[in-house]
């Protein structure tokens, strides 16, 4: 059985390579971020081998995450308020 991916990726005709900047657009968070299945992740490196402007997107957004993370500090909270928190994420959703 395909995943809905697959047959989404299978579909695209080769004339279609905006369609698949777009998709790699889409998947960009969840890649380096680590969230990425490995059929996604599949894609998205098949793609960037290919696409010079995609690969650049990723390095940008692998260099912004780390300089981002770099700087950031864990910070342990009540558990009430991370509950809040995700209460509202959620209620935007």
Same mark, same amino acid.
């Given at each position: !059985?395909? #995943?809905?991916?697959?047959? !989404?990726?299978? /579909? +695209?005709? %080769? =004339?279609?390579?905006?369609?698949?900047?777009?998709? &790699?657009?889409? $998947?960009? =968070? #969840?890649? &380096? =971020?680590? +969230?990425?299945?490995?059929?996604?992740? @599949?894609?998205?490196?098949?793609?960037?081998? +290919?696409?010079? @402007?995609?690969?650049? @997107?990723? *390095? /940008?957004?692998?260099?912004?995450?780390? $300089?981002? @993370?770099?700087?950031?500090?864990?910070?342990?909270?009540? +558990?009430? $308020? %991370? $509950?809040?928190? /995700?209460? /509202?994420? *959620?209620?935007?959703?």
């Amino acid at each position: !059985m395909e #995943s809905k991916f697959t047959e !989404m990726y299978q /579909k +695209e005709s %080769a =004339d279609e390579k905006d369609g698949a900047c777009g998709q &790699v657009a889409d $998947l960009l =968070d #969840s890649v &380096v =971020d680590g +969230e990425a299945s490995a059929e996604e992740q @599949s894609f998205f490196n098949n793609h960037i081998e +290919e696409c010079v @402007s995609c690969f650049e @997107s990723h *390095q /940008k957004q692998k260099l912004l995450k780390g $300089l981002i @993370s770099g700087h950031l500090k864990r910070v342990i909270v009540p +558990e009430s $308020l %991370a $509950l809040t928190i /995700k209460a /509202k994420i *959620q209620e935007t959703i």
